[in-house]
């Protein structure tokens, strides 16, 4: 068995990463690879982490034997693979040895059937109506993120006070507003709030059925059924719920974007609790049909807007303390200063300057100073001086640009006078965003990752034998980054 943070393990791993990434091209790695990490080499079987349930599952079924060959360059007897969920950056262990030993019988997941991950305790998962014993649950609930812990100003005041009626509104087997959908960019506390409002509902009523789900997860839950021929007891199973929390919704797509408006819509009439959380406004959700978009916007529509300098300031503040309180580390008043002016982004990242000169100050013993800051720092920094453009604003400005209504650019028409605008704002989304090919073309009308990759190959092309073409997207590009 080899130790996970040997070096051994993790020049093995970028070997394997390395051969993966030039078997399936860097665009499917990214999408399917990238947030895996290896846990652990245990006789044959290889083990594997990944973020959520939905990428465990596919990546089990239909990238296994691929993974397997590429480790077997290093690690002739690999046989077995094995992907499980991170919860809160640690994986869940692997399967009891009854498990194990069964899976010893089993052959190795092919693309053909797909293998469900089977749920191992982990954190509390706030589910309690599992009628006909089978295996639905809802999203592992971080322990940290409650009321208590949650740092409010200006921004999230809004959002923080609706959450926390909601909570005491559901505790009280009242509601209040229904549908509540709080929305903002990412890191500004959505997942946070949702997290609180199962933590206090659940901590005051222990028989309530609460259910938080990730869109990947709901996603998994409803093709899973669908594939067992058991949708309709996935369907009872939801609309048995007293509170139903969504998080992530602008990954919501195809048929379980469907299902989800039926759930909705059963769930309003049945007055049941529903919130949803999201990075766009309803109006811009896509993926979901016009009916859906106006019962969310027609609830209660929470915004949580960018953190200014004394939210910032709050939010290092809070999370200095936890530090000197657990590790007796003192964080001198002007580096908390410094981080809250320099980091600008969203409150993930002022956790991770923190971090970082905690990391620091163990790792070098050099005091925390605002040097130090400076210099830890100058990365996040820099990666974060220009402008976050997002999708909307490049359909917003090409829209503009081409005189081509920004439906159009979403629709299924393939006129020239649609298609090469569309062709463009998606190489600009991939250009200018953090976005993976598969998130674009979801936001892009549902298309498949694919149609984003020929446009922009397509795009590159036209720049290379158009001069003229390429000073006008360059103008668009310094348009959208001013």
């Not at 800051?373 to 990666?383: F, H």
Request: net charge neutral.
């Amino acid at each position: 068995m080899l130790d996970p943070a040997s070096d051994t393990q993790r020049d093995l791993w970028a070997r394997v990463r390395a051969r993966l990434k030039a078997g399936v091209g860097e665009d499917v790695f990214t999408s399917w690879f990238a947030r895996l990490e290896l846990e652990e080499l245990v006789d044959d079987l290889v083990h594997l982490s990944a973020p959520t349930r939905f990428l465990c599952s596919w990546v089990q079924s239909h990238y296994a034997e691929r993974i397997l060959e590429a480790f077997r360059h290093d690690v002739p007897d690999a046989g077995r693979l094995q992907v499980t969920m991170r919860v809160n950056g640690q994986a869940r262990p692997r399967l009891a040895a009854a498990t194990t030993e069964t899976a010893q019988e089993a052959p190795a997941a092919s693309s053909a059937q797909p293998v469900p991950v089977a749920p191992v305790p982990a954190t509390p998962r706030l589910v309690r109506d599992n009628a006909k014993g089978d295996a639905l649950s809802g999203s592992a609930i971080d322990p940290r993120m409650t009321f208590d812990s949650f740092v409010a100003g200006s921004a999230n005041e809004m959002a923080f006070g609706v959450a926390k009626q909601l909570a005491n509104a559901a505790i009280n087997n009242t509601v209040t507003f229904n549908p509540v959908y709080i929305h903002s960019t990412v890191g500004l506390g959505k997942s946070h709030l949702l997290n609180a409002i199962a933590h206090a509902v659940s901590e005051a009523d222990p028989s309530k059925n609460i259910v938080y789900l990730t869109a990947d997860h709901f996603m998994y839950h409803f093709i899973t059924a669908v594939q067992r021929q058991s949708a309709l007891g996935f369907k009872e199973w939801l609309r048995r719920v007293d509170l139903l929390l969504i998080d992530d919704m602008q990954f919501l797509q195809g048929k379980s974007a469907t299902e989800f408006g039926h759930t909705l819509g059963t769930l309003l009439t049945g007055a049941k609790q529903v919130v949803v959380a999201g990075d766009a406004p309803p109006r811009d959700l896509e993926m979901l049909d016009e009916r859906v978009r106006s019962r969310l916007s027609g609830g209660l529509v929470v915004p949580i807007s960018t953190f200014d300098l004394d939210l910032r300031r709050d939010i290092v503040q809070r999370r200095a303390e936890q530090v000197n309180a657990r590790f007796g580390m003192q964080f001198p008043n002007a580096v908390i200063d410094y981080i809250a002016r320099a980091v600008v982004s969203h409150g993930r990242d002022l956790d991770g300057a923190v971090n970082r000169l905690v990391a620091a100050n163990q790792l070098t013993g050099e005091l925390i100073t605002v040097p130090l800051a400076e210099k830890t720092l100058a990365d996040l920094i820099r990666a974060r001086d220009a402008k976050r453009v997002r999708i909307e604003d490049i359909l917003k400005a090409v829209s503009r640009h081409y005189k081509v209504p920004r439906n159009e650019l979403l629709s299924a028409r393939r006129s020239r006078d649609v298609v090469r605008p569309r062709q463009i704002a998606m190489y600009l989304a991939k250009a200018l965003t953090a976005r993976s090919l598969p998130e674009i073309g979801r936001r892009f009308g549902g298309r498949d990752h694919t149609t984003v990759l020929h446009s922009v190959r397509k795009v590159e092309q036209m720049i290379k034998d158009d001069l003229e073409l390429g000073q006008e997207i360059e103008l668009l590009k310094r348009m959208l980054e001013e």
